[in-house]
């Protein structure tokens, strides 16, 4: 004879007289007088693993968040303990894990098992009444509806620092000045690395210095991310897709043995490149050139550019027959209508490297696959004219 598994709450609720003593009746260690001292940390404590009236084994799962905009960290906790659960967040760890527990004890009170977290209470309305007076204090808000730090402060100068250490970029150079009169003193500080320069004021340097840091901070993160997603296709592959290997390359006119020297002995790349974009008879008019200047230093130290190219083929043109009649060429539908690829270069400054970029994508265009112009339809085999017979004598 085999027995079913059953969750323990499952089994509590289908036979109630097991677990009378703890769901309907406070144990012999509850107190009669609820204790308003407990934190409700201190109150799931108690009813885990870890005290004497256990129920469960209480767990926790702490992440931190940041805001993008403002910078601000907010840390989330979710507590867990049999099937009651709640989640809080804060400026704070501790904050955020008094409110997941309240929450979680809170939820077992909607479940009508307060006394089993030792709430000596007769209805689910008392026992709300009694876990309010253990509610963790709400941080108060500033104008801009955001909390006010309770926690030790972001030290987002040494984080910066951190940060350039790691990803082996120099330090943030800081420069300051001041404006008004004596008593009313407005600090300015301007943090800079390489390209990327920010400013922020303040009543005091520090603080100002501070701010600058931070705003530093979050407008590098993004770059160096970007530079890190693009290191797979550095070599302007396109982007989601991957080059068929028996695809053949027949050159920008069609013919085999296109010259591609140009892509490196170009003056003026950039300029060639829009030029080149600009066929309306290859493409459409609503291509993209975007280049970003990369703070992240390559390993010999020089400058790095992204190129990001967006374009869309020009649907193919009719074909004029020998005998005078039009075709409409065919179109793979399956094929995509737009194309996105990314190439990097490097030089001796930002200008350089934008050069640099723009080559790499002319050594690509320049071996695209596919004519220029349509290429005209090979004319039919004439029929073969028949020889006479030679005349019977």
Known sequence: MSFPFMDIDDYRRLHPEIGKSMSEEPTANAPSVFNVRRTPAQVVGEVSSKGQNQI?????????????STGVITYACRARLMK?????????????????????????????????????????????????????????????????PTAQPVNWVGKLEEFCTQNKMPTADYSFSQSGPTNNMTFTVH??????????????????????AQKLYLALVPQVAELKKAQDRIEGLELGTEPEEDEKIEGILGKPGVDVSQAQTDPKPQETLKGILSDEIRFLANYDLKYRDLVYPSTRGRSQTLLTVKYSKAPPQPIKNPDGSVSTPKVDKDAPSAFTYVFCGEGEDADLARDEAARAALLHFLTLKGPREPSPATPAPSPATPTPSPATP
Do not use: W
Not at 56 to 68: I, L, P, Q, R, S
Not at 194 to 207: P, Y
């Open 56 to 68: 469960g084994n209480a767990m926790f799962d702490d992440t931190e968040e940041v805001c993008k």
């Open 84 to 148: 009651f659960s709640g989640e809080g967040r804060s400026r704070s760890k501790k904050v955020a894990k008094q409110k997941a527990c309240f929450e979680l004890i809170k939820s077992a009170i909607e479940m009508d098992r307060y006394l089993e977290f030792l709430i000596p209470a007769n209805s689910k309305a008392e026992a709300h009444a009694m876990l309010e007076k253990i509610k963790p204090e709400d941080e108060e808000l500033n104008s801009e509806g955001t909390a006010q």
């Open 191 to 212: 943090a800079k690395i390489r390209d990327t320069e920010v400013s922020a004021d303040g009543k005091k340097k520090n603080l100002a210095k501070t701010a600058a």
